[in-house]
Structure formats: structure tokens, C-alpha cells
């Protein structure tokens, strides 16, 4: 990718301004909103085609990447925040780190960048699959046979605690970016200690005003 060009005029594309979820028109603000439509709360920032106040960072190819992944069922997910702009990519199945397919938009052809989260049912299934039930085996054996497998049992209720918690309270980091021939959903949750990081860089290279993730 090459540093972008400087905005001309383009119209937006008709999803710009509206909920992530349901489509259901916005303005992009510089606080949180709640969607009329579906109650997703979220925010959307204008970006620099959107708003010419909005400046992104001069490219800086020494930037650093900050790069977040994500397990699909099959494939692992990509989301990248490069010195040129945002991309998301699908990582080969095999290694699991190199990109298959990457699709970025520049951070001067971005229109709108929402971000919200939403619960994540993938992990409730995994939950429901390994650590509930065997917290549930070994709970029982406890209250009815002995009570040493109330203790093989700890970490399996710990698990199913810390991946529920997980699943409703931290929740799938999306963010959605929109430029004017492209528009990108990455999930940016994992790892956890980079997660804050992704979302800043963004909106900071962006050149979009600092602002809490929803
Ligand atoms: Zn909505």
C-alpha cells in the first residue's frame, strides 16, 4: 500500500452514516450514540472524507503495526492498523500467521469508523461444550460422593466464570471502516492487552479525536 491521496469529493456510501447492526441512519458524533433502530450502543466518528477538519497523521512508514487477531470457527481473522491505514485479512489455516487475502483502507479515504461490541456466541458455545459441563460432573461428585472433586472441579468452574465473563461483559470488539471503495468490519478484542492500543492508533492516525470504546 502507498500513503494516500488527498481527499477529493466523493459521496459516501449510503451505509456511512448509520448503526452497524441495522443499518438505520446516524450522525456521527463525538460521544456515544444509541441506535433508535436496534439499541446497539456505538459511536461513529467521521473521517477525514467525511469532515476536512479531520487530519489524518503524516505517513510515517517506521509507524508501528498493531495487529490483533481473531479464531473463526475455521480460519483465523486479521485486523491491522498499519502506517498507511486499516486493514483485515483471513491468516492461511495452516500457520495460522501469514495473510491470505488483506483488504485496508487508506486513513485519508476514510469516511465514518464505528465501533461497538456485541456478545460472543462463539465462546458461549465453546463454553457450553468443555468447561460447563465438566464443572457441573465434578460439582455434583462433590456434593455426593466426596468432597476432593469439588477441588478437580475449581478449574473448570473458574473457566466457565472467566469464559462466560468473557463473553457477555468484555464482548467482541468490532469496528466498522468505511472508505469510499471499501468498507471493512475487523474484530479487535485479542490479545486483551493490545486491544485499547488498536482502537487509539486508529482513531488517532485517523486523525479522529480520542474517545472511549463503547
Ligand atoms: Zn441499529
Redesign the pocket.
Known amino acids: 500500500m502507498v500513503p494516500a491521496q488527498p481527499p477529493q469529493s466523493v459521496a459516501p456510501p449510503p451505509h456511512a452514516l448509520g448503526?452497524p447492526?441495522?443499518?438505520?441512519g446516524a450522525q456521527a458524533a463525538t460521544g456515544i450514540l444509541t441506535?433508535t433502530?436496534?439499541?446497539?450502543v456505538y459511536a461513529l466518528h467521521a473521517g477525514a472524507r467525511a469532515d476536512s477538519r479531520v487530519v489524518p497523521v503524516p505517513f510515517d512508514q517506521r509507524a508501528e503495526r498493531v495487529k490483533a487477531v481473531s479464531n473463526g470457527i475455521v480460519l483465523r481473522k486479521m485486523a491491522l492498523v498499519a502506517p498507511e491505514g486499516v486493514s483485515e485479512g483471513t491468516l492461511d489455516p495452516v500457520t495460522g500467521y501469514i495473510p491470505i487475502e488483506q483488504n485496508g483502507v487508506y486513513f485519508g479515504d476514510i469516511f465514518t469508523i464505528a465501533v461497538w461490541r456485541k456478545v460472543d456466541v462463539l465462546k458461549l458455545v465453546a463454553t457450553a461444550i468443555l468447561p460447563f459441563p465438566l464443572a457441573l460432573l465434578f460439582v455434583s461428585l462433590g456434593i455426593t460422593q466426596h468432597p476432593v472433586f469439588l477441588a478437580f472441579g475449581a478449574p473448570f468452574v473458574l473457566g466457565t466464570a472467566w469464559m462466560t465473563y468473557r463473553a457477555f461483559k468484555i464482548k467482541v470488539h468490532m469496528a466498522r471502516v468505511v472508505g469510499s471503495t471499501r468498507t471493512i468490519e475487523v474484530r479487535f478484542d485479542a490479545p486483551i492487552w493490545r486491544r485499547k492500543k488498536f482502537h487509539d492508533e486508529m482513531l488517532r492516525r485517523a486523525g479522529i479525536a480520542p474517545s472511549p470504546i463503547p
Open positions: 448503526c447492526k441495522c443499518g438505520i441506535c433502530g436496534c439499541g446497539l
